[in-house]
C-alpha cells in the first residue's frame, strides 16, 4: 500500500492500464468510493486482466493499494492495508502490453511527487520519446508501462496549470495511439478527470454522485443513466456537475441514454459459470433482436439506419469485416445475404482488411460486427472503409459504443451483457441481427417479394424455441465431454451455412479446452485434411437440412463416411427425423427441422455446449480463459 502526503503543492496523478476502469465521486468522506471501485471491478473482470488496484481520494492526499493477479488478492491486500474514507476513487484491472504482470505495473500510477494518480485503458504509442524527455527533465520511472509516462506528463502540467481539467487536455494532445485515461489529484478530492480517444469511456449519472467506466457494467447496479463520450474528449465529475469538452476546451452536449438492463442480468443466475449462463440466456437473446422490427405498414424497421434507401438500393458489393467469432457470423450472413439480395458479400477480417488495399468505392457497402463496439481492429477498418467514401452498418450489442457511432448506421443486437469472454449468446444474437438487416435489404433492393420475406421473419420468430429445445438436450452433450476429457484433438465438418459453424465449434474448444480443434469445409476432405483421421480421431459434422438441398446431404453423408471408415468417431449434428445420418454416426445429436439459411442459430449450440464441458471437465476456468480478453481495445 502506499499513501500520499496530505501536502497540496504539485499534484498527485494514477493512471490505470488495459481493460476495466472506475471512477467515482460523492459528496462526503465516505468507504463508498471503495465500495463502488471493487463491485465494479469485479464486474468488469469478463474483460481479462492480470493484475488490478484502486486509489482514492480525500482531504489528506491519496492512498493506493495494487497488485498482480486475481481480485482476491487486491481484496486481501486492503483487509491488510485498509484504505482511508475518501470522496472520490478510481480502479483498474490490468490486461499487461507494456510490461509483465507484476505490482510495480499494476494500475494505479502515481506521479514522482505522489499526489496524482491516474488509470489507463489502451497503449501510447509515444511512450518510449516522451519517458525519454521526461527522464532528461529528471524523472525517476518505476515501472515498465507505458502508462507511467502519461502519470508524470499529467502531475507537470499540473504544477503548471493548476487546474486537473486543463492539464488533462494539454496531456491528451502530447498522446499518439488509443487511450482512456482518468485521473485524481490530491489537491482536489472532489473530481475525477477523464480523457478519451478511440478507446472506451462512459459516464454514469448519479444522485449526489458520478461515475467513469469502460462500459456501463462499471456503474449499473448504482444508476441506469449514463452519458456517451465521443472522441478526443475530456469529461470532469464531482459528486453534482458532469463538464465534457474537447482537448481544446470547447465545450460538448453529450447524448444521455438509459441502459435497458440491470444489474441482474451480470450475475451467474444460480449456473456455475457466466458461460453456461449465457447459453442458456440464447433464445432470449434472438427473440429481443427480432422483436419489434415489423412496422404497421408491414415493412421491416431496424435501428438507427441513416442511410439513405437510395444508396443502400445501389450497393454494388458488401463487405463484413469482423475478427473471430463476429467474423463467422459474417459468414453466415454472407450466404443469406447474396441468395436473398443478389449482390456479393465479401468477409474480411478486420486486422487484415485495411493493409491490403482493398477495393472500396462509394457503392460498398461495409457491414461491421462487434459485440463490444470496441474492437480496435474493427474500428481502424471502419474508418479506412469511410475514408474511401463507403457507407457503414454497424452491428453491436453496445449502445453509444465507437463502433456506433463512427457508423453512419447503426443496427443493435440486443442480447445483454456478455460477461464469459467466449461468446455464445452474441454470436446467435448477430446471426439474427444479420439476417433483418439482409431481408431489409431484399425488401428494399426487390429481389424479394414482401410475402416472401415475411415468412422468413415468420421462420425466425420460431427459432427461440427452437434454441431451447436444443439446451433442454444438453446433458447428452455433456455426457459426451466427460467421456472425452483426454482428448487432444477435434476436428469439425460442415458445408454451406455449415462451414462457418464448424468453424466456430472448433474455435470454442481452442478458447476453452486449450485442445488442437480445427474447422474444416466438408469437401476439403479429400484435399489433404483427411490425413488427420486416425484410429479414434472424435470428429463433428454439421449435417445440412435434407429438406431442400438434397445434394448438400448427400455430399456431407459422404463425408461421414469417407471418416468413419477411416476409424473416426462421427458425432454428427443432424436434422430431427434425418434417420439416414444414423447408420454413419457414432452419436447423433439432434436439432430442430429448420430452414438451410436460418440452421446455424441452432446448429452452433450443441457445439458451445460441448466447448463449455469439456473445459469444465477439464478443472479449467470457463469464463476467463488464459491469455485472452473479452473486447480486443489494442491492434
Known amino acids: ?68 493477479g486475481k481480485l482476491s488478492v487486491l481484496e486481501q491486500a486492503l483487509v491488510e492495508n485498509p484504505l482511508p474514507a475518501a470522496t472520490a476513487a478510481i480502479g483498474h484491472t490490468r490486461w499487461a502490453t507494456h510490461g509483465g504482470p507484476t505490482d510495480a505495473n499494476a494500475h494505479p500510477h502515481l506521479s514522482a511527487n505522489g499526489e496524482v494518480a491516474v488509470v489507463h485503458n489502451g497503449i501510447l504509442e509515444n511512450h518510449a520519446e516522451l519517458r525519454e524527455e521526461l527522464i532528461q527533465a529528471g524523472v525517476g520511472f518505476r515501472s515498465e508501462t507505458d502508462t507511467e509516462v502519461a502519470a508524470h506528463l499529467l502531475a507537470r502540467a499540473l504544477a503548471e496549470i493548476g487546474s486537473l481539467p486543463e492539464a488533462m487536455r494539454a496531456t491528451s494532445k502530447r498522446l499518439e495511439g488509443a487511450f482512456t485515461l482518468l485521473a485524481v489529484a490530491a489537491d482536489n478530492p472532489h473530481l ?36 456517451e463520450l465521443g472522441q478526443d474528449q475530456v469529461v470532469t465529475i464531482t459528486a453534482d456537475a458532469v463538464n465534457v469538452t474537447d482537448f481544446d476546451g470547447n465545450p460538448v452536449k453529450a447524448r444521455e441514454f438509459t441502459v435497458d438492463w440491470d444489474v441482474s442480468a451480470a450475475v451467474k443466475g444460480g449456473y456455475a459459470t457466466f458461460m453456461e449462463k449465457e447459453i442458456h440466456d440464447q433464445p432470449m437473446a434472438v427473440r429481443d433482436t427480432l422483436l419489434g422490427r415489423l412496422a404497421p405498414n408491414g415493412r421491416m424497421r431496424l435501428d438507427e439506419l441513416r442511410t439513405a434507401e437510395s444508396v443502400l438500393r445501389s450497393a454494388d458489393k458488401i463487405v463484413v469485416v469482423a475478427c473471430g467469432t463476429a467474423a463467422y457470423a459474417g459468414h453466415v450472413a454472407k450466404y443469406a445475404i447474396e441468395h436473398w439480395c443478389r449482390v456479393p458479400v465479401e468477409v474480411e477480417l478486420a486486422h487484415e ?25 474493427t474500428i481502424m477498418a471502419i474508418r479506412h ?68 420475406v415475411r415468412a422468413v421473419l415468420d421462420e425466425l420468430e420460431l427459432m427461440p424455441a427452437k434454441i431451447q429445445r436444443v439446451i433442454d438436450g444438453e446433458e447428452a452433450i455433456r455426457d459426451l465431454a466427460g467421456q472425452m476429457r483426454d482428448v487432444q484433438s477435434v476436428l469439425f465438418l460442415g458445408r454451406h451455412v455449415g462451414f462457418p459453424v464448424a468453424m466456430e465449434g472448433a474455435l470454442k474448444l481452442k478458447e476453452l479446452a486449450y485442445i488442437h480443434a480445427e ?7 479429400k484435399h489433404g485434411p483427411i490425413a488427420l483421421i486416425d484410429e479414434g480421431q472424435p470428429v463433428f459434422v454439421v449435417v445440412p437440412s435434407p429438406r431442400g438441398r438434397d445434394v448438400l446431404h448427400e455430399k456431407v453423408l459422404s463425408n461421414i463416411q469417407e471418416v468413419r471408415a477411416r476409424g473416426a468417431r462421427t458425432l454428427v449434428v443432424a436434422e430431427a427425423g434425418d434417420e439416414a445420418v444414423a447408420e454413419f454416426a457414432s452419436q447423433v445429436f439432434w436439432v430442430p427441422p429448420t430452414p438451410t439459411l436460418l440452421a446455424p442459430l441452432v446448429a452452433v449450440v450443441p457445439l458451445q455446449i460441448f466447448a463449455c464441458a469439456l473445459a469444465s471437465v477439464k478443472g479449467l476456468d470457463v469464463d476467463q480463459p488464459r491469455n485472452l480478453a473479452k473486447s480486443v481495445t489494442v491492434e
Not at 500520499?4 to 481493460?19: E, I, L, N, Q
Not at 474447422?519 to 476432405?525: S, T
Open 353 to 377: 482488411f485495411r493493409y491490403r488495399d482493398p477495393v472500396v468505392t462509394e457503392k460498398t457497402l461495409v457491414v461491421a460486427i462487434s459485440q463490444s463496439g470496441e474492437t480496435m481492429d
Open 192 to 227: 475525477v478527470v477523464g480523457a478519451r480517444r478511440t478507446s472506451p469511456l462512459v459516464v454514469g449519472l448519479g444522485e449526489g454522485e458520478n461515475f467513469l467506466g469502460s462500459d456501463v457494467a462499471a456503474f449499473v447496479a448504482r444508476t441506469n443513466r449514463a452519458l
Open 519 to 525: 474447422g474444416f469445409a466438408a469437401g476439403e476432405l
Open 1 to 68: 500500500m502506499g499513501a500520499a502526503s496530505g501536502r497540496k503543492t504539485a499534484a498527485a496523478v494514477t493512471v490505470f492500464g488495459m481493460c476495466g476502469i472506475i471512477g467515482y465521486v460523492g459528496r462526503t468522506n465516505s468507504d463508498q468510493p471503495l465500495e463502488v471501485a471493487c463491485e465494479a471491478l469485479a464486474r468488469l473482470q469478463y474483460r481479462g486482466y492480470d493484475s488490478a488496484g484502486i486509489v482514492v481520494a480525500n482531504e489528506n492526499g491519496l492512498s493506493f493499494v495494487k497488485r498482480a
Open 385 to 452: 472503409a469511410r475514408e474511401q467514401g463507403a457507407k457503414v452498418i454497424a452491428v453491436v450489442n453496445t449502445m453509444g459504443s465507437t463502433i456506433a457511432r463512427e457508423s453512419d448506421a447503426a443496427l443493435y443486437t440486443h442480447a445483454g451483457p456478455e460477461v464469459a469472454v467466449a461468446s455464445t449468446k452474441a454470436f446467435l444474437s448477430q446471426i439474427a441481427a444479420t439476417y433483418l438487416l439482409g431481408l431489409y435489404l431484399a425488401e428494399l433492393r426487390g429481389t424479394m417479394f414482401p410475402d416472401e
